[in-house]
Each structure stands twice: as C-alpha cells, then as structure tokens.
C-alpha cells in the first residue's frame, strides 16, 4: 500500500500500516533515541516498541 495521507486510511489497521511503512522506508534518517524520548512523555512508549519490533527496527 501506498500512503498519501493519513486522512485516506479507511480503518485503524490501515493507518497503523501506513505508520509502519514510513518507518520502514526512513528508517536510515530516524534519531531512535529522539523518538523514545517523545515516546515516553507522550506515553507511547509500548506502541512505539512494538511498531521497531513490527518493522525489525532498533
């Protein structure tokens, strides 16, 4: 699947595919650390494990 926007995803599964093929495709330019950081004042950190997890990242 290819995603244009976020605001075409149908469902909550399609959204998150989106999600995890961006990382996947970007995974070269992310800051890990950047992200857990957020992750965790956001309190995301389990859904943002399981998404590096998901795409075999970090």
Same mark, same amino acid.
């Given at each position: 699947?290819?995603?244009?926007?976020?605001?075409?995803?149908? !469902?909550?599964?399609?959204?998150?595919?989106c999600? =995890?093929?961006?990382?996947?495709?970007?995974? %070269?330019?992310? $800051?890990? !650390?950047?992200?857990?950081?957020?992750s965790?004042? =956001?309190?995301?950190?389990?859904e943002?494990? %399981?998404?590096? $997890?998901?795409?075999?990242?970090?």
């Amino acid at each position: 699947m290819r995603c244009i926007s976020l605001t075409h995803c149908r !469902d909550v599964d399609e959204t998150v595919e989106c999600i =995890l093929g961006v990382l996947k495709a970007r995974r %070269k330019i992310w $800051d890990f !650390d950047y992200l857990r950081l957020w992750s965790n004042y =956001l309190k995301l950190t389990p859904e943002l494990e %399981k998404a590096f $997890d998901e795409t075999n990242l970090a």
